[in-house]
């Protein structure tokens, strides 16, 4: 059984999330501490050596992000942000740090804007997450009490302002450039990129945004140093993982394991298998903006490209486990629907194709014989239209599920009958 | 910007570097589809239709979404390419209302002939409907919205926000379910004020205009005419539709100065009253007491005959003429030449004197010309805007457009009004004096700016007459006008004042537009004086960007003083009382010299006074509604029933024509070809659209035979381009001018020959006074002559709004413009309100020492306690009954601004 290795959920269950007092107790803001004494240049090629790499789905290499808005100019207005929107379904990991241990959250983004000179920050939160909200409006308040919040942090002379701003039911709030609109008090549309945030951000300014987990790693990397990251997971992808596994399982709920754990390991080992006995049908892993994995992919190591290689995507780490009774046509209608209603409209391919995707395949599995070999194919021939002509990450997310459910699953039941 | 070679397509094409890259192709040939760009705003790479390849990036990139750099090398067609936006297009049709009424011009219809998918067994795609029930909002008073014809481009919300700087529009709901809300609800409800700008932007027929909407057939318009709007003098360029004979739309026209493309609700709206049934067609004549029906020959030959008489009885100075702010130069050139000529008297005058006569005087004094000195587009590039006694976003709308793109960038702006106005929401700092103190004020910057050493030294030395030594003077006049001192003669916090001086003094460019607020006093040019004096010692003029522009009012309010409608001045601002100006001037008009008076004559007030007290006999208005302009309107009454003889030409009847002997049908705008000059002392073109309804003739024909008839004739003149020339011979400002070389744009004067640009910035090298200098004119604050009192405890400001227009006989002809709003008020401040007793809505008399009006009460915090505010548009509430023509000694300016009055609740 394979053991779980507690970076970002270092104090979950085991400190009072209301009590800094607790969190100070079990080496909290020691990092802070140590980051505040050395310079930012040596933070950001702290976390890049770590090969840290981003925990909200896209998984793209900290440091360089970080490097990025700490180069770009010096002595000039920048902003730091978190995203704790955490829309993609399946996925509960950041309102789990926020509500068990927000002083984490708020240790590591404070050292994310000391490494870029950032004075502001602001941390995005899901309007949906009452308790996370006040957790860490509470920990704010204490954190600003105590001096490690404000002015002259800890007597360093490095001033650092922190505030929430909540979501209001919008999905794509969580994409980082829509994110930003929403925090500038706009409605959740996509911006073009370029200019991309670490140059032209939040107001006009150089912006850094962090998913919850990725900034939750920050205190231990700073207080036990990149070798020591880096020796956990695997090589592409060091350091650990919290995966959410939710459906068919005995013991759904979050586990933070290395990078490396394999999905067998994960469904069965530790989620207790599935549950009343039955066999594996799939498992649909990142959201629905995800994948989903078929039998054969069970021994895969959970990781951004072995999962790649094998045609998967890890996206948020949500798994949601379905077993071989499931209807996945009707997995798949839910997750059509999905996008359906979170396309902000904007677009002609994705406002129109979410729609027309959705429609297509409601109206097919009302027929009385559905024949997945003429609809797939027609699914996922404007779905890719859909991916290459969209202007943000939304659109380019359907062709995965149905592509990867047509091609990974479906084929083989039509082959096998 | 620079030139750059990119490759398109394979084919070489010389680009400007760093401009949009859609916008290129498209200049070059390259038709690349694309339905939510537009080179007015910013890209949206919405609709992903203008989809390339571009070597070196991965897949298909929104070529509207990037800029043109050295060595690009771009795909615009292949098969994929083409394969793509017909899908897109597909889909967007599978969400759309297609259906088509011919009433608009359709973009996306155009694409989808193009892709071939107009016909319903070419589309792939089912079509799909949203989940919340689209309605069509008709609660707009000039528009329609279809949700179902909507493709989600944003330019109309773009063009409100960018273009407009207005931000009334936005998406409710969102995907499929998105539509277009105004302000928070239905257009009817929300701050939307009708410019239409997001009409004329979309691309499809979601947003029409809804006057003549069941009319209209696009392709049954036989005439699309480009000519200049008849309201205010920003002279924006408009593109009248014409069918069946009838204006039936107008658009702004797109790339041109000075509005490029944007226009106000009167220039889009407000054209329907010149197919009013209403107009003047017939020639009347007064027969026992009555207007009656006649010709032109019995109407035409009564006046020559009536008008000799009194001529030959008492005199050339016994005659007077008031000419037209709305009529074309040409009209106006050929009105003053008659009055000149024909009658022989220098009385010629009209209604710029109840304007900006004490802006002019005041200029022409201290720097020789009396027009605005910039460009409108430098109302966006300056650094610092000061806007004293002027509702810009009221009464100049397109101007106000480009100060609040300024301001978007951080351009500062400093308001001084004693009257609140929307300009105050983007403004730096407001200064709220006390009606009439403005010489104090200013005088209290200028000393703050004398003392902290903002001055610029080098300027006063090198191009003020007198350097120094008047400067000094200046300077030992405002000493007394300390923070603390001004503060408590205009109620401006001492603080306001210092910071205001510091923000205009200390900005790298800066320029002033003044308004009526400072003219329209009896101090008027006193106050223009202080104001220019500040504008001196900082040196913010003569350089680009700096300077002193007073928008006019008038369409072309400008153009019929530059061609001679002064009692004291020739066509170009030439004295009169120079023998050898007469002689020259004689010479072109071909007249004797002596027939040219060389007395300077009467102004606009001093006419109607002389009339009153019997030296004027015969007036001849053409195109004044003096009976709701005039100050003193009881005494301008009597005036104009003492009249042996009154002649108006107009195109409707006014409360002037009730006193008139014969009144004359004549032409507007839309029904001749001239030129008008706008605000910029751009000359612009003007041309005929309609034929004049019954009887009605051009004015300078009307003018024209008359002199005739006189006795006087005039030469003969194959067209209004022959006048202009004329005009330009005896004009020097404006020789290098035609209506050839206006054809496609505006030139600014002066122009002296034919290859001379146009001016865009007056006083670069030097001033037009006889030195070459300007001239600072200390002056100090004296209390106004009349003053609250005891009887007449308020003190009563009027002035203009947006949606009428001046005495109203156009604008509220106009349903799309009255269905905004049509009745008369008084804005009173709540506390004063509360004394009074009275409610918003309830009726009030309103009394001063001249007469009295019965008004509705409009409470809110827009001005001071003790002083009121009217709008003078309404015939119902007469707000000069209660004005005076007690005149301002150098500019014989009205103080319409400043009224004691009396407040009675009548309810």
């Known amino acids: 059984m394979p053991k779980e290795y507690r970076i970002a959920l270092r104090n979950c269950g085991l400190i009072n999330p209301e009590s800094i007092d607790e969190f100070i107790a079990a080496d909290g803001y020691q990092a802070l501490r140590k980051a505040l004494k050395s310079e930012p240049l040596g933070i950001y090629e702290e976390i890049y050596d770590s090969g840290l790499r981003g925990r909200g789905g896209a998984g793209f290499p900290t440091g360089a992000k970080e490097k990025a808005a700490a180069v770009i100019c010096s002595d000039c207005e920048k902003y730091v942000i978190c995203n704790a929107d955490e829309g993609e379904p399946g996925t509960f990991k950041d309102r789990i740090i926020m509500e068990t241990d927000p002083h984490t959250l708020i240790e590591g983004i404070t050292i994310a804007a000391y490494s870029i000179v950032a004075h502001r920050g602001f941390i995005y939160i899901r309007g949906e997450y009452e308790l996370s909200i006040q957790r860490i409006q509470n920990a704010i308040e204490q954190a600003y009490g105590r001096g490690f919040l404000g002015e002259n942090i800890l007597g360093s002379g490095f001033n650092f302002h922190l505030e929430i701003r909540r979501g209001a039911g919008s999905y794509l709030c969580g994409e980082e450039l829509t994110l930003i609109e929403s925090v500038e008090g706009k409605r959740g549309y996509p911006r073009i990129k370029p200019p991309y945030p670490a140059e032209k951000g939040l107001w006009g300014a150089p912006t850094l945004i962090n998913n919850v987990e990725t900034l939750a790693n920050f205190p231990a990397i700073i207080l036990n140093g990149a070798k020591w990251y880096r020796s956990i997971g695997t090589e592409k992808s060091p350091g650990t993982k919290i995966f959410t596994i939710s459906g068919d399982v005995n013991k759904p709920g979050f586990y933070e394991f290395p990078m490396g754990v394999t999905l067998r390991e994960l469904i069965y080992e530790v989620a207790g298998g599935i549950r009343n006995g039955k066999p594996f049908g799939a498992a649909l892993i990142g959201g629905a903006a995800g994948t989903f994995a078929s039998e054969q992919h069970l021994d895969v190591q959970m990781g951004y490209d072995k999962l790649r290689d094998a045609g998967l995507t890890l996206g948020s780490g949500a798994v949601i486990v379905m077993d071989s009774t499931r209807d996945l046509n009707q997995t798949m209608l839910s997750i059509l629907k999905f996008f359906k209603h979170e396309s902000c409209g904007k677009c002609i391919p994705c406002r129109i194709g979410t729609t027309q995707l959705y429609e297509a395949l409601k109206e097919n599995l009302t027929q009385l014989y559905f024949k997945a070999d003429t609809v797939y194919p027609e699914l996922i021939r404007q779905a890719e239209m859909i991916a290459r002509t969209s202007l943000c990450p939304l659109g380019q997310s359907p062709i995965l599920p149905l592509k990867s459910l047509w091609e990974h699953i479906l084929v083989k039941q039509i082959a096998n009958k | ?907």
């Not at chain 2, 036989?222 to 000519?227: H, I, K, L, M, N």
């Not at chain 2, 606009?604 to 195109?623: C, F, N, P, R, S």
């Not at chain 2, 106004?784 to 109203?808: D, K, V, W």
């Open chain 2, 1 to 907: 910007m620079a030139k750059v070679k990119i490759h398109i397509d394979g084919k070489e094409v010389l680009a400007n570097e760093g401009a949009n890259l859609l916008h290129e192709a498209r200049l070059n040939g390259f038709n690349i589809p694309g339905l939510c760009y537009h080179h007015k705003l910013t890209p949206t790479g919405a609709c992903r239709l203008c989809l390339v390849k571009v070597e070196g990036q991965r897949g298909m990139v929104a070529s509207c979404t990037l800029t043109v750099k050295e060595g690009m090398n771009i795909v615009a067609f292949d098969q994929e390419l083409e394969d793509t936006r017909r899908f897109l297009l597909d889909y967007l049709v599978s969400e759309q209302n297609t259906h088509y009424d011919g009433t608009y011009a359709d973009e996306l219809r155009d694409l989808m002939f193009r892709y071939n998918l107009d016909m319903q067994e070419n589309r792939f795609f089912k079509p799909v409907k949203p989940q919340v029930e689209f309605r069509i909002d008709n609660s707009s008073p000039v528009l329609t919205y279809d949700p179902s014809k909507c493709i989600k481009c944003f330019r109309c919300i773009k063009a409100c926000d960018e273009v407009q700087g207005k931000n009334v529009l936005s998406f409710y709901e969102r995907g499929l379910n998105s539509f277009i809300v105004a302000g928070t609800g239905v257009w009817g409800d929300s701050e939307c004020d009708g410019c239409g700008e997001c009409i004329q932007l979309c691309p499809t027929g979601a947003i029409v205009e809804k006057p003549n909407r069941k009319f209209i057939k696009l392709d049954r318009v036989e005439q699309r005419v480009r000519t200049t709007c008849p309201y205010c003098g920003v002279g924006c360029q408009i593109e009248l539709l014409v069918q069946d004979g009838k204006i039936v739309r107008s658009n702004g026209v797109e790339g041109v100065s000075p509005n490029d493309g944007r226009l106000c609700v009167k220039g889009r709206f407000g054209y329907e009253f010149v197919h009013s049934p209403d107009r003047l067609t017939v020639p009347l004549i007064r027969k026992n007491g009555e207007l009656v029906e006649s010709t032109w020959d019995e109407a035409l030959t009564l006046i020559a005959t009536k008008f000799s008489e009194l001529k030959e009885k008492y005199g050339p100075d016994s005659l007077a003429g008031y000419a037209s702010a709305k009529c074309t130069n040409e009209d106006n050139y050929i009105f003053q030449k008659f009055i000149r000529t024909v009658f022989g008297t220098n009385n010629i005058d009209y209604c710029t004197r109840l304007c900006h006569a004490s802006t002019v005087t005041a200029m022409l004094k201290s720097i020789g010309d009396g027009a605005g000195s910039n460009s409108i587009e430098d109302f966006e590039t300056t650094d610092c805007l000061v806007v004293t006694g002027n509702n810009i976003i009221e009464t100049h709308p397109i101007t106000a457009t480009y100060v609040k793109r300024g301001a978007a960038k951080g351009m500062k702006i400093i308001v001084i009004d004693p009257k609140w106005t929307p300009l105050v929401a983007y403004a730096t700092l407001w200064l709220q004096p006390r009606l009439g103190t403005d010489v104090a004020l200013l005088n209290g910057m200028v000393r703050e700016i004398i003392a902290n050493n903002w001055v610029d030294h080098k300027f006063i030395e090198s191009r003020v007459e007198g350097g120094m030594q008047a400067f000094l003077e200046l300077k030992e006049l405002v000493e007394k006008y300390t923070p603390e001192v001004t503060e408590k003669i205009t109620g401006v916090p001492a603080q306001k004042i210092k910071d205001a001086a510091q923000i205009y003094a200390t900005a790298k460019t800066a320029m002033v537009a003044t308004g009526m607020g400072m003219s329209q006093q009896v101090t008027g040019t006193h106050n223009v004086f202080s104001l220019l004096n500040m504008i001196l010692i900082t040196g913010k003029i003569g350089k680009e960007r700096c300077g002193i522009d007073p928008p006019r009012g008038q369409n072309n309010v400008q153009g019929a003083t530059d061609v001679g409608c002064h009692p004291a001045m020739y066509p170009g601002y030439i004295p009169v009382t120079n023998a050898e100006n007469r002689r020259k001037v004689a010479e072109v008009w071909g007249v004797p010299f002596e027939r040219l008076s060389d007395r300077p004559g009467l102004t606009t007030v001093e006419i109607m006074q002389a009339a009153y007290h019997g030296k004027i006999k015969g007036l001849y208005i053409m195109g004044e509604n003096p009976m709701i302009s005039d100050p003193n309107l009881n005494h301008t009454e009597e005036a104009l029933k003492k009249l042996d003889f009154l002649v108006v030409q107009d195109i409707f009847h006014t409360e002037t024509t009730r006193f008139a002997h014969v009144v004359l049908p004549a032409s507007t705008w839309a029904e001749k070809n001239g030129t008008f000059v706008n605000s910029d002392r751009r000359v612009l073109r003007v041309r005929k659209a309609v034929d004049c309804p019954g009887q009605a003739r051009e004015d300078w024909r009307i003018v024209h035979e008359l002199a005739a008839r006189m006795g006087k004739p005039m030469p003969y003149y194959r067209d209004e381009a022959e006048i202009f020339d004329e005009l330009a011979r005896v004009t020097p400002i404006m020789a290098g001018i035609s209506h050839a070389r206006l054809e496609h744009q505006g030139v600014q004067w002066p122009c002296p020959t034919p290859n001379h640009p146009g001016t865009p910035t007056l006083y670069l090298d030097k001033f037009n006074t006889p030195s070459g200098k300007a001239k600072l004119f200390p002056v100090e604050h004296v209390d106004q002559t009349e003053r609250a009192t005891t009887e007449y405890p308020f003190i009563l400001n009027s002035g203009r709004i947006l949606y009428h227009y001046h005495t109203g006989t156009m604008s509220r002809r106009n349903k799309a413009l009255t269905n905004f709003t049509n009745h008369p008020y008084v804005i009173i401040h709540p506390n004063d309100a509360s004394k009074l007793g009275v409610k918003s809505g309830e009726r009030v008399r309103i009394t001063s020492p001249r007469g009295t009006l019965e008004t509705q009460v409009h409470i809110a915090e827009e001005v001071l306690e003790g002083e009121l505010f009217m709008p003078w548009h309404y015939t119902e509430a007469q707000v000069n009954r209660l004005t005076r023509d007690e005149l301002d000694p150098y500019s014989r300016i009205a103080p319409f601004k400043i009224s004691a009055v009396r407040v009675e609740s009548i309810s």
